[in-house]
């Protein structure tokens, strides 16, 4: 089982900014798509943000676009997630997946076959 490790996230108030990172282990396939889920505590986890790995064209849930970027690093296998203008619905646990099945849905979490562990993004008012 391929295991992404994540870094990054923390607490910082209304609209304030933090970095977060996934790396996938070196010469994986990891598929074409890899990005960001988050789940708040009693609600589904859904999906964020996405960029296709070799294109670089990036995805983002209507909720995020305009305040989060995504981008990658194909020679260190790493994607990154810069979140600004933080507000406190964007409170949750942000997770990186990639390996989409093929014929699967970017915002569906059961579609992806690779997970990471979970960063905590906390944001006050």
């Known amino acids: 089982q391929v295991q992404l490790v994540e870094s990054g996230g923390g607490s910082v108030q209304t609209g304030g900014s933090l970095s977060l990172s996934c790396a996938a282990p070196r010469y994986t396939d990891i598929g074409n798509y890899m990005g960001w889920f988050r789940q708040a505590p009693g609600k589904e986890r859904e999906g964020v943000a996405y960029?296709?790995?070799?294109?670089?064209?990036?995805y983002y849930a209507d909720s995020v676009k305009g305040r989060f970027t995504i981008s990658r690093d194909n020679v260190k296998n790493t994607v990154y997630l810069q979140l600004n203008s933080l507000k406190p619905e964007d409170t949750a646990m942000y997770f990186c997946?990639?390996?989409?099945?093929?014929?699967?849905?970017?915002?569906?979490?059961?579609?992806?076959?690779?997970w990471g562990q979970g960063t905590q993004v906390t944001v006050s008012s």
């Open positions: 997946a990639a390996d989409v099945r093929d014929g699967g849905s970017l915002w569906r979490a059961t579609d992806f076959g690779y």
């Open positions: 960029i296709h790995t070799y294109a670089g064209t990036a």
